[in-house]
């Protein structure tokens, strides 16, 4: 019986590895989304995220199911902040290192995809420019798909207040990107 003991604490581990896999691993990409626009780094976000996770699986047991999406977001976020905080919030400026993927069967022109690369870029920039306050809700409403009330689980904030945030930054980044768009057009 004593010989068992280790094999059941492992079988344990090993189950929770696996329902820990399962309820986090599909999220990946969101974490890392939302870590890239806060940190605007990526390999910063790519530490962040691996902290995340390392500090997603210790507390794991006290996850009760559901989707993991929120609960792993609020801990990338709340990574991501703490790590602001110590190194004094720095800004950081490494570009997003995406190229333009056109659908398969789809043709650009040359100056198609000179347009749209142009186009991405100043929307990348706007979106730079907002306060992380307002950067990352419309991050995780528009980009992730969340919902008011996840993004306000995420945030820590009462969802009248998540949903002023979402509407002012929209706003904010059409005025933002019609301004950067005006002045690229006068050049």
Known sequence: MIAERPNEELSGANSKLALFERALLPHLNAAYNL????????????????????RALKPFDGFHGGDGRPWLLVIVRNTCCTWLRQNGSKELT???GEEIHKPEGEKFSPEALLRRSAEIELLKKALQE???????VLILGEL????????AAIVG???GIVMSR???ARTQLRKRYAKSSSLEEKR
Do not use: C, H
Not at 47 to 53: C, L, N, S
Not at 130 to 136: D, N, S, V
């Open 35 to 54: 870590a890239r626009w806060i940190t605007e780094n990526d390999q910063d976000a790519e530490d962040m995220v691996q902290e995340a996770y390392l």
């Open 166 to 168: 979402l509407a002012r």
């Open 130 to 136: 907002l306060a992380l306050e307002f950067r990352e």
């Open 157 to 159: 904030l009462p969802i």
């Open 94 to 96: 490494t570009p997003l």
């Open 144 to 151: 992730e798909g969340l919902s008011y009330k996840q993004i």
